[in-house]
């Protein structure tokens, strides 16, 4: 066997430079794409993750629809070129679960239950992953389902904790997500502290578990800070430039 | 604990808004005894009622709303009409003509083609059912002249303004005749393209800046502005 890789070296310090728990730096932008009713783009570490949003709209295949509530559908697709070898660009096992969990994360927080007889359509399309991109990918579809104007209870923020090198970190990068022990990707409600999407892949003890998900909620609240930033930012800025032409 | 923000301020899906007895007005939700913000948009106090000026939204329709709406589709007994919204309307022979139809003699298309422009209004439409539209109104019907743009539902309160302070405004300084469907689509018709353009700009400027304070003032200076060149 070959060596096992140092992911955490003595001072505590990871293999992009981090602290355990540190999150990668985080880019937001709102309303990015015209086509769509919502939008939303993020840069999470080297992660960028596209999200579009259509809807409340009539759904097809019309057998579809639900006749008490909206019909949410999720798709989250990787590009052939967001990995170091070419992906195939059909749906793959993983891309499908992922969808339906993404979809079940969102569930409970979009009004459905407002616009029956109609679908809402989610978009995840990774163009360049890094590890964590179903984190990313809910913390950014959230802001383009904030951007569609759906009514939501709350903005949903992920984030993911897990156990490398013995030590239980904050959003693992690639590296630490395949060479390490653990990974628990957590999608989270702040305002109501509800957990809407909770995973595990690896051995973690009870104990270990329990650090982990209060360090990846914690580090869903710094998130959220930055969500709510970014989905304000539009706005304040035409307000601002207003307010300074007319002081002028 | 009442109230947590000032007027106007602006406010995210999830941000606790007031908590005790209130209630929650349009994009506002009570949970336990705290109301919360469901869309972005302004918020605001009205006495015990809290609610969400959003800043978009889509068009939900309501029975007495004015629409401007494009026919899609030909059925036996009437037309589909899309009045963007999640919902497609219906408009039924019986409701657009003044006589009785017969589909072995009448000529659906004759009235109304796929890709005509008209202005209806709605007149019933709850959960289970698709809206049902009528033109059998005065000044209803086939949209024969004119220009349309196409603004955020959400933005349409503003753009007639308190008591129609706004659009009146507007009529007044552009020369044009306005038209607004509560579907976020406004007709426009003046007696010269420069006019109507004049008016479609201040439009957008309003659905731009809507959620900023002493904006009619600063739609008035743009519009004597803009005519100003015309003129010259």
């Not at chain 1, 502290?193 to 595990?200: C, F, G």
């Not at chain 2, 007639?160 to 038209?179: A, H, R, V």
């Not at chain 2, 008016?199 to 900023?212: N, Q």
Request: glycine share 8%; aromatic share 6%.
């Amino acid at each position: 066997m070959t060596e096992k890789m140092v992911l955490i070296n003595e001072e505590g310090i990871r293999t992009d430079g981090r602290k355990p728990s540190e999150l990668r730096p985080i880019k937001l932008e709102v309303g990015i794409l015209s086509n769509a009713d919502g939008s939303a783009y993020i840069e999470q570490g080297k992660n960028k993750i596209l999200a579009a949003v259509y809807g409340p709209r009539e759904v097809h295949p019309r057998h579809m629809a639900l006749p008490d509530k909206a019909l949410l559908r999720c798709r989250y697709h990787m590009a052939p070129f967001s990995v170091e070898e070419r992906k195939s660009p059909a749906p793959s096992r993983r891309e499908m679960e992922l969808s339906k969990v993404i979809r079940e994360a969102f569930e409970p927080t979009i009004f459905l239950e407002k616009f029956p007889r109609t679908s809402i359509d989610l978009f995840i399309e990774v163009l360049q992953a890094d590890g964590g991109t179903r984190c990313a990918g809910v913390t950014v579809a959230s802001l383009a389902l904030a951007d569609a104007g759906i009514p939501m209870k709350d903005l949903i923020a992920a984030c993911a904790a897990g156990k490398v090198g013995g030590k239980i970190v904050l959003d693992l990068n690639d590296i630490e997500d395949k060479e390490g022990e653990a990974d628990v990707p957590v999608a989270y409600m702040p305002s109501f502290d509800a957990v809407s999407l909770l995973q595990m892949d690896g051995l973690l003890t009870g104990e270990e578990f329990q650090q982990a998900l209060s360090l990846a909620i914690e580090g869903c609240r710094q998130i959220y800070i930055l969500q709510k930033e970014a989905l304000k930012a539009k706005y304040q800025a035409i307000k601002e430039s207003v307010e300074v032409a007319e002081q002028e | 604990m009442p109230i947590l923000y000032e007027n106007r301020h602006l406010v995210a899906p999830g941000d606790l808004l007031a908590e005790g007895d209130f209630l929650a007005g349009f994009n506002a939700y009570r949970y336990e005894s705290k109301i919360y913000a469901s869309r972005l948009g302004l918020v605001e106090y009205r006495g015990r009622k809290v609610e969400v000026v959003a800043l978009n939204t889509f068009y939900i329709p309501s029975s007495g709303d004015l629409v401007i709406g494009k026919i899609e589709e030909l059925n036996l007994h009437g037309w589909t009409v899309n009045i963007n919204s999640p919902y497609p309307a219906i408009l039924r022979t019986s409701e657009a003509l003044n006589r009785p139809f017969k589909p072995q003699r009448d000529e659906l298309s004759e009235f109304l083609a796929i890709g005509d422009m008209i202005l209806a209004k709605v007149i019933s439409f709850d959960r289970t059912r698709d809206p049902n539209l009528t033109i059998r109104e005065p000044d209803l019907g086939k949209i024969k002249q004119g220009q349309i743009v196409k603004v955020s539902p959400a933005k349409i309160p503003r753009i007639i303004g308190k008591k129609g302070s706004m659009i009146n405004m507007l009529k007044k300084e552009t020369n044009c005749n306005i038209i607004v469907g509560q579907n976020g689509l406004i007709l426009i018709s003046g007696r010269s393209r420069d006019e109507e353009r004049t008016a479609i700009l201040a439009i957008k400027k309003i659905e731009e800046e809507a959620h900023t304070p002493g904006l009619t003032d600063r739609i008035i200076a743009m519009v004597k502005k803009e005519r100003g060149e015309i003129s010259q």
